[in-house]
């Protein structure tokens, strides 16, 4: 039975949260439009990005709910992306409009999904070209519609292969992809180093899906593993074919001289930054009050950019600090709009 969508009470600025049957992890993001067989949202995958179109089978919803969020609100009234014409809905229209599209299919595993072209479609079924993780094609498969949850195009993973496969070998950069194991913390930093000193490694990272975002200042006396990604791996000439040599001119504007120069330009620029200690579980965020010999006090900050407590940090704790990353800089733009209102 297919859910029920209530058109009159749910517009294209609406933030929403979809759960689908027999999957754990929801979609959130704007909600474009629905006809008969689906439902499609511009995705919020995390902080803040909106990612691409997420084409969702009705069958497969299990629950729909219109979110309120103040500053994914603001933000998302304010993103470039353009909402897509309704009458794009059913797929057969979608897939026409561009054949070389790669296209995300995703059925009933989490985390399990097929990236390739479409080369046929009816009502019935999509036959797509697969790629693989190498970038090279491997089959053709048949997809019921009936059995796909949902189907995604335009992300930024999709348009990371996309500009791969469609660009000459010899054209791509070499450039020196850096990971990097702190002590206590699951993750493995990846990016391209802008700076190091004698306390501290500078990243542009690379947090997901082939996509830089923001600075990353790693403590050097708690990396427990660091070496550089092999040129050969697909991963490194895909991410070193998206990046651009003017996002590491902007991250030399940083004074890195040493820990309290550092600190000094965040206090200075009056920026928000996040903190990562000992577990990377959480992390704090807010903007530097103070600045001491050996600590700094930050007013702390929560998920709505009010003020929490100020908190005073040695900086002998301070494993990570996160900075101009989207998700820091979405609240300091959210915080700016209520500040030039009161």
């Known amino acids: 039975m297919k859910k029920e969508i209530k058109g009159e009470n749910v517009t294209n600025k609406n933030l929403v949260t979809i759960k689908i049957k027999q999957r754990k992890e929801p979609i959130t993001g704007l909600y474009v439009n629905h006809d008969n067989n689906w439902v499609a949202v511009l995705e919020n995958t995390y902080d803040y990005v909106l990612d691409g179109y997420t084409f969702i089978n009705r069958e497969w919803i299990d629950h729909f709910h219109i979110e309120t969020d103040r500053i994914a609100d603001y933000i998302f009234s304010n993103s470039k992306w353009e909402l897509i014409n309704s009458t794009l809905l059913f797929p057969p229209a979608l897939f026409d409009k561009d054949k070389e599209k790669l296209v995300e299919i995703w059925q009933h595993k989490a985390h399990k999904f097929w990236l390739g072209e479409v080369k046929n479609i009816n009502e019935q079924y999509i036959t797509m070209r697969i790629l693989d993780k190498q970038a090279q094609w491997i089959e053709y498969k048949k997809f ?147 600045l001491n010999r050996k600590s700094i006090v930050l007013n ?43």
């Open 144 to 290: 019921p519609l009936q059995k796909i949850r949902f189907f995604r195009v335009n992300t930024r993973y999709s348009c990371a292969y996309q500009k791969y496969i469609t660009t000459d070998s010899t054209k791509i950069p070499r450039l020196e992809i850096w990971e990097i194991k702190v002590n206590n913390h699951n993750e493995i930093y990846k990016g391209v180093v802008i700076q190091e000193n004698e306390e501290w490694i500078i990243l542009h990272q690379s947090q997901r899906d082939f996509n830089f975002d923001g600075y990353l200042f790693i403590n050097k006396n708690f990396i427990k593993q660091k070496n550089i990604v092999s040129t050969d791996r697909i991963s490194a000439k895909i991410l070193s074919l998206n990046y651009s040599p003017m996002w590491k001119y902007e991250g030399k504007g940083i004074d890195c001289t040493n820990t309290m120069h550092i600190f000094s330009t965040f206090m200075e620029k009056k920026e928000n930054i996040a903190i990562g200690l000992e577990s990377d579980d959480y992390i704090l965020v807010g903007k530097i009050a103070k």
């Open 300 to 342: 702390k900050i929560d998920e709505q950019t009010n003020f929490i407590q100020s908190q005073r940090i040695p900086f002998s704790k301070i494993r990570l600090i996160e900075y101009k990353n989207n998700y820091l800089t979405s609240l300091s733009k959210y915080e700016n709009l209520f500040a030039s209102i009161d």
